[in-house]
């Protein structure tokens, strides 16, 4: 269609023999078949939109801007410029032909179109009207003015400067088509967008999210509405081609209505029973999974054929998808190919059909319509900018929130194109409306992830806190603490290591469980994030669950069990949703954010039946040691060989835990100490703390060169430093034994070692004893000459020379093992040494008192192998 409005008919023949070629070898070329022409295009246009996808990252640019763009480039916007003649003194053709002949269109629009259908499935399998009807006032206020603003604009700019429709269509239909695409948000662009930023968890993340799903739900309900909408005007000079039946609309509305009561009335009972028989924690058969995956077309079939949408068929298909195994079947095995694979191609077919080429100037009318309908675009931008700001004020909300709100209800993406293309398959859009208001959407999202970036990083401030480690607490004052789980299995171990913190009301716990979820752009992912954003996030919303949601109430329900026993320890689920490489960032947002002192990160391996560990995720141990380099409090990583199931008693009694403490001196071990001070209060626990000191042979330093003054130097500042540690070894262990000389479960024992030979005999002499090892990680501590020796051969060097070997295979214990490393910020270190250089030189009272007791008790408890600076 031209600038004329008029249409060019074009005619192609085929041959049913034309689908399969014979090979390069015979005489007609390989390109003359349809089946390898189709395969080349998908392999283009996967491979160039995961190219441009690469760069476009660091700029922050969603996948789907990447995706559009790579079909703009094969189109005729970008390959159709090449001209290339074929042959000798052969016709040039443009390069987009050659790739792309007219001819092939059908099948790959086709091939792009089962792509959406079951993207969208998959979708609607994964949301729940339930969360719709639960959302506040606030949340269908922001939805219905950033929806409706747009629409309203487009009328009145359309009408102000005579923004002609395509000839014969209707021009409420065709303003209503571009003012819904303006005005529509794409929800899950958003929230991967909002995961890169890392604002999911974050006031603006929980204030946008649930507008934006709702947003895309009311895009929804206008596609179905529009197909009630004369599409074309009823005049004596519309041809019969595009002349409706006066009664269509009314058969349409009819049969959707007859779809919907057989679709409740039919086919949710029959998922229902599906599910039901399905046993738990069994997988779905696959003739069951067949059969969903073929009503699915079935649904997209019928939807066409009465009228609507074949897309909008699919959708409501999977809203009818009960939770449980079926939906989480179906998901496992459709999303990976279908996002990977079918839905870069539907948005490249997207892409691929805007021609920059039909938009021209050359005369008034042309300059006027293209004027008008940039003027609506941008109108449309800013006036959402301009409404959430208004909409900021009304609820009480900074600007700063409402600015950003305006920006994130402009990402555009899979629900604007599917408006497009409906409006361009229907004829609603001509070619020149389409490519503008595909150019236009390209523009608007990509402004979007820069501009929120650079503002976020102008306005988002820290409030700083003191207590980033536990010898900074006091013993009595309340623990929060950022809980990491990966998966349902992390949970129990956690849980134990909870109950042995000692919970009380005058020292309660303040955990936040923190599910970390891959970001991959999957619909199970968004849906957990829209639910952990309702206003109380330990509440189920809905009752629509998919496998992921069901694996999250798995991880939140035994903690809120917990939480309702202990009565001293507060639980707060807090979902994070990010590409692994990044999701340690999320981690310190949320341990800043809620001032938290101790991160919990589970070991990456899990013990199997028969004892050992099973395979490794090489992701998730990369969070772990990014953590470990970065984090802004103290980290312990919990390696569990069963914690919460040694132990058990009969009821009515506590579970004893033996836990073992190996102190080899350093920060880390001194946290690992002070957090062992805080179980031992715990009834069910059974402390015994073994304290490591260096014999006279391994104190001897060796002696540098004299003739090296800076050697020499080096050595004095490393004696000086061991004597500084040592200091603060022996105030921290006196006070231990201070506050715990009245208690008959807490065991002290100090052992002389002089070389790594002995350390390794001593901790096997007490191997098998205890249920549960807390060991420092060492950082700092590494030439010490209790452990030199011990990182040369290092399988898990995370977890520091004693527990590396604690977990090796030659050491042959199943007891759990608690790694801890304390956060020191470069402030503390000078504290500490200033402290060290004051009070050197007094006498230590605490040590004279234990020296008292111990003699006074004599042998018991606390054993002393050998007491320094008594």
């Not at 497009?420 to 992830?449: F, H, P, W």
């Not at 008959?744 to 901790?763: F, G, H, K, P, R």
Request: glycine content about 8%; overall charge negative; aromatic content about 8%.
């Amino acid at each position: 269609m031209d600038g004329n409005n008029t249409t060019e008919l074009i005619t192609y023949c085929y041959r049913p023999d034309n689908i399969v070629g014979g090979g390069v070898w015979q005489s007609k070329p390989f390109y003359s078949y349809s089946l390898p022409v189709l395969l080349w295009q998908m392999v283009l246009m996967v491979a160039i939109s995961r190219s441009l996808a690469f760069p476009l990252k660091p700029l922050r640019q969603p996948r789907v801007i990447a995706e559009i763009l790579g079909g703009v480039l094969l189109g005729p916007t970008g390959l159709g410029k090449i001209t290339f003649s074929w042959g000798e003194g052969g016709k040039p053709l443009p390069l987009g032909e050659i790739l792309f002949p007219p001819a092939s269109y059908r099948q790959l629009e086709a091939m792009s179109t089962l792509g959406i259908t079951y993207y969208l499935f998959l979708i609607g399998a994964e949301f729940d009207i339930q969360v719709v009807a639960a959302m506040r006032k606030k949340v269908v206020a922001i939805a219905t003015v950033n929806m409706a603003v747009p629409i309203v604009i487009t009328v009145l700019v359309a009408h102000a400067m005579n923004l002609q429709p395509p000839e014969y269509v209707s021009y409420l239909v065709h303003v209503a088509f571009i003012g819904a695409a303006m005005g529509v948000t794409a929800f899950p662009v958003l929230v991967r967008l909002l995961a890169e930023l890392k604002l999911l968890n974050d006031e603006l993340g929980q204030l946008v999210v649930p507008p934006a799903a709702l947003s895309e739900l009311m895009a929804w309900v206008f596609l179905a509405g529009s197909v009630l909408l004369p599409s074309y005007d009823v005049s004596p000079d519309v041809v019969d081609l595009y002349r409706p039946s006066a009664f269509a609309p009314l058969w349409i509305m009819l049969s959707g209505i007859g779809l919907g009561l057989i679709c409740w009335l039919v086919v949710l009972p029959i998922m229902d029973w599906t599910v039901r028989r399905t046993p738990e924690g069994e997988a779905v058969s696959d003739a069951h999974i067949t059969i969903v995956a073929t009503g699915v077309l079935a649904a997209g079939l019928i939807a066409d054929v009465i009228g609507f949408p074949s897309v909008l068929g699919a959708f409501v298909f999977g809203l009818l998808m009960p939770q449980g195994a079926l939906t989480t079947g179906l998901r496992n095995k459709l999303e990976d190919f279908v996002v990977g694979l079918l839905l870069p191609i539907y948005f490249g077919t997207s892409g691929f059909k805007a021609n920059t080429s039909v938009i021209t100037m050359d005369d008034e009318q042309e300059a006027a319509f293209v004027a008008a309908l940039t003027v609506i675009m941008v109108l449309c931008f800013v006036s959402k900018l301009g409404s959430n700001l208004l909409i900021a004020h009304y609820y009480s909300v900074p600007a700063s929130r409402g600015l950003s709100l305006g920006l994130l209800m402009n990402t555009k993406g899979s629900i604007e194109m599917i408006i497009l293309n409906i409006g361009k398959q229907k004829r609603i859009l001509d070619e020149r409306t389409y490519t503008m208001l595909v150019l236009g959407s390209i523009l608007m999202t990509a402004v979007v992830g820069p501009a929120l970036e650079i503002f976020n990083k102008t306005t988002r401030s820290r409030a700083a806190y003191k207590r980033r480690n536990l010898q900074q607490c006091r013993p009595d004052s309340e623990l929060r603490m950022v809980a990491c789980v990966y998966t349902a299995r992390n949970v129990p171990s956690i849980i134990s290591l909870l109950r042995m913190s000692n919970p009380t009301k005058r020292s309660p716990v303040f955990v936040y469980v923190v599910h970390l979820l891959e970001l991959t752009g999957r619909g199970a992912a968004m849906m957990i994030v829209h639910q952990a954003s309702s206003k109380h996030g330990q509440e189920k919303v809905g009752s629509k669950s998919s496998g992921c949601a069901l694996q999250a109430d798995q991880i939140i329900a035994p903690f809120q069990s917990y939480e309702q026993q202990a009565g001293s320890v507060s639980v707060q689920r807090v979902t994070a949703v990010s590409p692994y490489s990044t999701m340690h960032e999320d981690i310190f947002n949320i341990a800043e954010e809620r001032h938290t002192t101790i991160i919990v990160l589970p070991f990456h391996r899990l013990q199997s039946v028969a004892g050992d560990f099973e395979e490794a995720d090489p992701a998730i141990r990369s969070v772990n040691m990014n953590v470990l380099a970065h984090s802004p409090c103290t980290v312990c990583i919990l390696v569990d060989r069963g914690l919460s199931g040694v132990g058990r008693s009969s009821a009515g009694q506590l579970t004893q835990h033996h836990v073992a403490v190996l102190f080899f001196g350093g920060p880390d071990d001194r946290e690992a100490l002070t957090y062992s001070s805080r179980m031992a209060e715990h009834p069910g626990v059974i402390l015994t703390v073994i304290r490591f000191l260096p014999g006279e042979e391994a104190m001897v330093p060796p002696s540098p060169a004299p003739s090296c003054a800076s050697g020499e130097r080096a050595a004095m500042t490393a004696v000086a430093e061991a004597n500084m540690q040592r200091q603060l070894d022996d105030e921290c262990t006196n006070l231990f034994r201070l506050r715990h000389v009245t208690n008959d479960s807490v065991t002290y024992t100090e052992l002389v070692i002089n070389n790594i030979e002995e350390t390794v005999t001593a901790v096997r002499a007490i191997n098998g004893v205890h249920s549960m090892y807390v060991v420092g990680r060492g950082k700092g501590m590494e030439s010490s000459p209790l452990l030199a020796g011990l990182t040369l051969w290092s399988e898990y060097p995370e977890l520091g020379p004693i527990g590396d070997m604690l977990l090796s295979a030659d050491f042959g214990t199943q007891a759990s093992v608690l790694v801890v490393q304390q956060y020191v910020s470069g402030e503390a270190v000078v504290a500490m040494e200033s402290t060290a250089a004051q009070e050197s030189p007094k006498p230590d009272p605490v040590q004279r008192y234990l020296c008292s007791v111990n003699h006074k008790a004599g042998p018991g408890r606390f054993n002393d192998v050998w007491m320094p600076g008594v």
